[in-house]
């Protein structure tokens, strides 16, 4: 079993301009935003496009991608205006994942801004329930930081989604910074192995697909979510070293979300992993 590790790449002048942007900082699997992130817009693909990107994923032997969703869905809302975009959002989403061959789509479940936590979670399966998911996709719960009314912060609630569903096709992408600010504790031995106990006990480790690897700026529990480079946050390279060598993730792919805006890149930080393997 090869070892997967990429990072979130743009597509800005095509989606196949993701897969040289993959080869330069020497990722072999990766996530893409399907439009822009910040907005409800979702990149229409041509032909050529898929077909481009698709034969670059076969040439260069990279995959799984993962879509990456705009941030602005919630499927968790009690308004019913949001709930609709949204789900009209991620439905597109789907589509164009199934048109780029990109295995799955990966989603934040939501805030419930004060209806409840019964009443988000029921809002967020009944909304996942009207998705059409193409047989060749996977929809993926995103765990979060839990911030407010945030749902998924705990892989019980994960569970809750996945198995409420009435969908076949859907699992759960586990986020390293959002674990971390839900207070798992990553970054010792000890802290490592009773988390994957919970994910074991409270999850199910057949319900993981895929990881995002990112270190956390803050403490422990903070609830917040502030990415870091590998090995330079409070998660730090123990962390990263216990989860990049644990049996039960190594097939799985983990994609870098660390940041990109100073002097150290995507490369730099895929290397460190690639470092901390055994
Ligand atoms: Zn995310
Ligand atoms: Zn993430």
């Known amino acids: 079993m090869s070892f997967k590790v990429g990072a ?6 095509g ?38 990107f698709i034969q670059g994923c076969n040439d ?25 975009k949204s789900k009209d959002c991620i439905q597109k989403e789907l589509y164009a994942a199934e048109q780029l061959g990109v295995e799955y789509v990966v989603f934040h479940p939501g805030a419930h801004t004060g209806s409840g936590r019964e009443a988000g979670i029921e809002t967020i399966v009944s909304a996942v329930d009207d998705l059409v998911i193409p047989d060749s996709v996977t ?32 699992g759960v992408c586990i986020d390293t910074c ?14 490592f192995s009773d988390m994957v106990q ?22 422990r ?3 917040k979510d502030n990415h870091e480079h590998i090995g ?17 993730f190594e097939s799985l792919p983990m994609v870098l979300e660390t940041p990109n805006s100073d002097d150290k890149g995507y490369k730099e930080n895929i290397d460190r992993i690639k470092e901390l393997r055994n």
């Open 8 to 13: 979130h790449v743009s597509v800005a002048g």
């Open 15 to 52: 989606a196949e301009k993701a897969i040289e942007r993959q080869k330069e900082v020497g990722g072999n699997c990766g996530q893409i935003f399907a439009g822009s992130p910040r907005t409800w817009s979702v990149k229409e693909y041509s032909e050529e496009d898929a077909e481009r």
């Open 60 to 84: 260069s032997g990279q995959g799984p991608y993962t879509i990456h969703s705009t941030y602005l869905v919630n499927l968790a809302t009690p308004k019913d205006d949001l709930l609709e």
């Open 139 to 170: 929809l993926l719960f995103e765990n979060t930081a839990g911030k407010g009314t945030t749902l998924g912060k705990s892989f019980g609630e994960l569970r809750e989604m996945v198995e409420g569903t009435s969908q076949d096709n859907v």
């Open 178 to 191: 959002h674990a971390h600010a839900a207070g798992y504790d990553i970054s010792s031995e000890e802290g």
């Open 198 to 219: 919970e994910i074991r006990e409270d999850l199910g480790l057949e319900n993981v697909k895929v990881l995002h690897l990112n270190d956390s700026k803050d403490e």
């Open 221 to 223: 529990g903070s609830e």
């Open 232 to 248: 330079e946050g409070n998660i730090g390279d123990q962390g990263f070293r216990n989860l990049v060598n644990a049996e039960v």
